[in-house]
């Protein structure tokens, strides 16, 4: 057995090094990069595994009925998700546009697409035309699927293991990405039985509508198998391991096989390697899907990819084989690298869990090395379609991602606004080697996200370098893109593609796109003192700010029926309502009294609160609208990311108790529907709570690529569940941040491994008792001079404050505590010595 040899300190100084200026240094950051996604550390960890609650429905294989029978299985982590996805393996691959998604709707059966980029001709570009599937004989006799029982699934977007046994025949198979075109498939196969058996595993390769194939052999003198493909498609390689053997048969079947001798309780290990053969494209490219290769030139990009995997595997074990243990030993390190860094529920239900861990996986996922022009790391948005950085969609995954690794995910932001031209205009999207050709602009949350990372990080250096990009695109902004620049808002267009037709047909002044500015200008402010600018550019952000709330106060608040409307170019009313109306509570544009106008408009059932009639609420069109309509548009659907902003909003008024209903309606029901579907998504139906794929009837017919992953904006569920029904929320301070729990129960629930602020991190478990909540907290990380907590009540509608306790930590840094059930405060616990 292999053994790791690892310093932790080393990768951590690498992956969260500060560099005031963006230049060829952050080129070993690809280095380290590479190292920490690719294998991370080899550092044993024990984390609890819990059995899911049993998944309705069962798998199936449309060849042969029902194959698994998933009621006792464990999932590990309790996540449920079947597809694979080649992302964040694939760091040393210069073109970033190649995209592979394996699809593995059972153990036995695989299906799998390779795409490119949703630019232009790329959105519709998919080559998903190949099946795979599994048969296990034992002494001559067929294993029946009903036999076989599915013991074990472990899922994360770049591997999925599978334990499944019958009294015939035991088999783990571990489906491994090793890069965007290249994946390896092990199997270890034993034999149960007190006598000896002779098992023959054999896998079909088809195309899915069982058209001809072209077959032949392949070799690169390394490695041998066979090629196979359909007409004008890229050639599959296959590299058949372990001395099996292949062999065609009829027009449309790839077959290859091993027979086994194995006595009794003898384990055996099998391995295939895979290949798709599209050629490699120096550079990105807007038009056309690809060049298909030429299977000389694949066996080439095959070796190329081969060896970037080799050397990555090379630093973390002595001599990389594609042997079992070697690959169990990459699987620990991904493991590590994602679970030992992301915070972990407690005491919630299962697929709540799972949920939990796929969100942080599936933001992971998205991060790419530097390339090109984007000399640092970089996120892409969606796994399976926008696969680039975005305006608005990249800042709402942050809001997430910093409770996962704030610093990684404040300098994707810095990328992205290193796409800024000279002249201050930033696009929608860019990626490394191009920015899309539109420049309008949306939500401005960048500078919001940014903060949420700086409350974690600290990192002045950070914030200084983003904010001269900042400031050249806001002035821009102003002078380029306002129509109105002497006017009391500041019109600069569309907002984030929200309503009907006729909001376009003429021009609109957007409430929540004003709401977004304001904040945009406090938190300049902010930045502008953290790093000691000038007063009175301080003050200037901080005027803007002021300036800009008043006017919408003034223009936008109709006090009639209490709300925000948007507004024509001559300052009329467009009363056409959506959540956007919500919005601003998140930078405090609201006065006291309309937020309470606001949150009557919120709980009332005839427009966005669940009801019977629609168990979940905050639809982007209000149910009594004569827009709402339950299709792919933002007219009727739930779009978490609408209810993030909401909930957010909630908590800065104290509306604890709506927060926490709201967000405990939006995370469940989305928990639910991943439990059946396997990932999360954009768009959800208020009636069924079912995702808009093409897995419901009757849900809207998806654009192309919507059927599987989500965009980032999605993601922003998890911080909504930390805000909404904990009410944890980090301040400048970092020795201080709120807490004040709603909708709780009568068992313990809470959250592990949560990220305060630089090493500081906390364990809360939180319950009813009564007319109180109780808390037990633990910090890990802590100054040996800090052990003093104190607990001020805020008073949110005067701005009271009034101290309750000080409470005075244990050796082992923790505190048992409880607190009065109270509406509309908030609770602050300053950490002191």
Not at 87 to 101: I, Q, V
Not at 323 to 328: G, S
Not at 701 to 725: H, Q, W
Request: with cysteine.
């Amino acid at each position: 057995m292999v053994t790791y040899k690892f310093d932790f300190k080393i990768l951590e100084r690498f992956t969260n090094i500060k560099r005031k200026k963006m230049g060829r240094g952050f080129k070993y950051t690809l280095l380290a990069l590479c190292l920490f996604f690719s294998i991370g550390s080899a550092i044993a960890r024990k984390f609890k595994d819990k059995v899911s609650r049993s998944v309705s429905s069962e798998l199936i294989n449309k060849n042969n009925g029902p194959t698994n029978d998933r009621t006792n299985t464990k999932f590990v982590n309790n996540r449920t998700d079947n597809d694979l996805v080649a992302a964040y393996g694939t760091c040393y691959l210069n073109d970033f546009r190649f995209f592979t998604m394996l699809h593995q709707d059972a153990w036995n059966f695989l299906r799998w697409e390779t795409m490119g980029n949703a630019v232009l001709a790329h959105r519709t570009w998919r080559n998903w035309p190949y099946e795979q599937h599994l048969n296990v004989k034992v002494d001559g006799q067929s294993v029946s699927p009903e036999s076989i029982k599915v013991d074990e699934v472990e899922q994360q977007f770049d591997f999925r293991q599978v334990a499944v046994s019958s009294p015939a025949v035991k088999i783990k198979r571990l489906d491994l990405m090793a890069s965007a075109r290249h994946w390896i498939t092990a199997l270890q196969v034993t034999n149960p039985k007190e006598i000896p058996s002779k098992i023959t595993i054999e896998f079909d390769w088809t195309e899915i509508n069982n058209a001809h194939l072209d077959i032949r052999p392949w070799s690169d003198n390394e490695s041998k198998g066979f090629a196979y493909s359909f007409v004008d498609g890229p050639p599959v390689i296959v590299s058949v391991g372990a001395n099996g053997s292949w062999e065609k048969r009829g027009d449309n079947v790839a077959s290859n096989r091993w027979e086994l001798n194995l006595e009794a309780g003898e384990t055996r290990t099998l391995d295939l390697d895979v290949y798709i053969g599209w050629a490699t494209i120096p550079e990105y490219m807007d038009k056309g899907p690809g060049i298909i290769a030429s299977d000389q030139q694949a066996t080439i990009d095959r070796r190329s990819d081969k060896e970037g995997f080799r050397q990555l595997a090379l630093q973390s074990v002595s001599s990389f084989s594609y042997e079992w243990d070697d690959l169990q030993q990459i699987c620990e390190s991904r493991r590590h690298y994602l679970y030992d860094r992301m915070p972990r529920l407690s005491g919630v239900e299962p697929e709540w869990e799972g949920m939990w861990s796929y969100t942080f996986d599936l933001i992971r996922s998205g991060i790419y090395p530097a390339q090109g022009n984007f000399k640092d790391v970089w996120k892409v948005e969606s796994l399976d379609v926008y696969r680039e950085p975005f305006y608005w969609d990249g800042p709402a995954s942050i809001h997430t991602f910093c409770n996962w690794d704030a610093d990684l995910g404040a300098r994707t932001l810095r990328t992205f606004l290193s796409a800024t031209k000279e002249n201050g205009e930033l696009t929608v999207s860019a990626n490394p080697y191009r920015a899309y050709a539109n420049p309008t602009p949306q939500l401005a949350n960048i500078t919001m996200a940014l903060w949420d990372c700086y409350q974690v990080t600290q990192d002045k250096e950070m914030l200084a370098s983003c904010y001269p990009l900042m400031v050249k695109h806001v002035r821009w902004l102003e002078t380029e893109r306002n129509r109105s620049p002497k006017g009391p808002l500041m019109d600069i267009g569309y907002n984030i593609d929200y309503g009907p037709k006729e909001f376009y047909d003429t021009p609109t002044i957007w409430p929540d796109v004003q709401f977004f500015l304001v904040d945009r200008y406090q938190k300049l402010a902010k930045i502008a003192d953290v790093i000691d600018r000038p007063k009175n550019e301080v003050a200037e952000w901080s005027n803007r700010a002021n300036r800009l709330t008043e006017a919408i106060r003034k223009y936008m608040w109709d006090d009639e029926n209490g709300t925000f409307w948007c507004l024509t170019d001559k300052l009329k009313y467009k009363p056409i309502p959506s959540p956007i109306e919500f919005h601003g509570m998140i930078a405090g544009v609201a006065t006291n009294e309309q937020a309470h106008r606001l949150l009557t408009r919120l709980q009332d059932t005839a427009k966005y609160a669940p009801s019977a009639k629609y168990p979940y609420g905050l639809p982007s069109a209000p149910f009594d609208s004569p827009y709402f309509v339950v299709a792919d548009s933002w007219s009727g659907t739930i779009w978490p990311v609408q209810t993030y902003y909401t909930v957010r909003g909630l908590v800065n008024y104290g509306f604890q108790n709506e927060a926490a209903a709201l967000s405990r309606n939006l995370y469940g029901m989305m928990a639910r529907d991943y439990a059946k579907s396997g990932s999360i998504w954009e768009q959800y139906d208020p009636r069924t709570g079912n995702n808009l794929s093409n897995g419901f009837e009757g849900n809207g017919t998806p654009e192309v690529g919507r059927g599987y992953f989500t965009s980032g904006i999605t993601t922003s569920v998890v911080d909504a569940l930390l805000r909404g029904c904990w009410g944890f929320e980090r301040t400048d301070n970092p020795n201080t941040f709120f807490l004040t729990p709603a909708e709780l129960t009568n068992d313990w629930q809470g959250i592990e491994n949560l990220p305060l602020s630089g090493d500081v991190r906390m364990r809360i478990q939180m319950k009813e008792e009564g007319e109180k909540y109780a808390f037990k907290i633990k910090f890990n990380g802590l100054s040996s001079k800090k052990k003093v907590i104190k607990v001020q009540k805020v008073n949110v509608q005067n701005g009271s404050f009034q101290l309750l306790k000080q409470v005075k930590l244990n050796f082992e840094n923790e505190l048992d505590f409880k607190l009065k059930k109270e509406e509309e405060i908030r609770y602050l616990w300053t950490i002191e010595e």
